[in-house]
């Protein structure tokens, strides 16, 4: 297999190769999140609570469920309009967090960062400490990471690669495009 980040990011990969690729890269990100978690002597899975953002977050969770194989699992429910960019949620069904959880937030694609922030706003209300967060993705674009990290300085962060920028619709350059849309085969 060609390095999966390649794939992902050609535009021509048929959605069978994007979602081994996706899997891969995912099963890299669930072995380093279990490591810090050893690092900070997290030994009861129970104790760590993942959380995709839907759609696109669900293609991390199967991995990060095998790294962390009593991990209750909540969701957040979030769409973007593609004119405002801003999310829209749609769903939201979160465990019991309390303040000593680690919470581990699941969303390959930060770009404007509104998502993520929505989502960790959602996560702090709900019981959660935001020293406690990790907020895992694929790709960012400085902007949404600028967000993030003016908003949360507190929260751990744990991504594959920082792209350039965001391009005039708010999509990541050089980015792979839609991840929700490529991975579920729904383009
Ligand atoms: C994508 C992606 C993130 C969000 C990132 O989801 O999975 O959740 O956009 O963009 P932002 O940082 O500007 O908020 P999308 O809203 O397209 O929904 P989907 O996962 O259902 O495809
Ligand atoms: N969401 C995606 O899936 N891709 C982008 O480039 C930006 C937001």
């Known amino acids: 297999m060609k390095a ?11 959605t069978g190769e994007f979602r081994v690729a996706a899997e891969a890269i995912a099963e890299i990100l669930a072995k380093e999140a279990l490591r810090r978690a050893h690092k900070e002597k997290i030994t009861d899975t129970k104790k760590v609570i993942l959380v995709p953002i839907l759609r696109a977050g669900l293609v991390l969770l199967p991995a990060f469920m095998k790294k962390f194989p009593e991990a209750p699992v909540g969701f957040i429910g979030l769409k973007r309009n593609e004119t405002t960019l801003k999310p829209k949620a749609y769903y939201q069904n979160i465990p019991k967090v309390s303040k000593s959880d680690k919470v581990i937030l699941l969303d390959p694609m930060l770009a404007t960062g509104g998502s993520a922030v929505t989502a960790i ?24 990471l600028l967000k993030l990290q003016t908003k949360f300085p507190q929260i751990d962060m744990l991504v594959a690669v920082h792209d350039e920028k965001l391009d005039k619709n708010g999509y990541i350059v050089p980015g792979l495009g839609d991840f929700g849309d490529r991975y579920f085969g729904t383009k």
């Open 4 to 14: 999966p980040l390649i794939t992902l990011r050609n535009r021509k990969t048929p």
């Open 121 to 144: 706003t959602a996560l702090v209300k709900d019981g959660a400490q935001e020293k406690n967060i990790t907020f895992v993705g694929v790709i960012s674009a400085p902007e949404g």
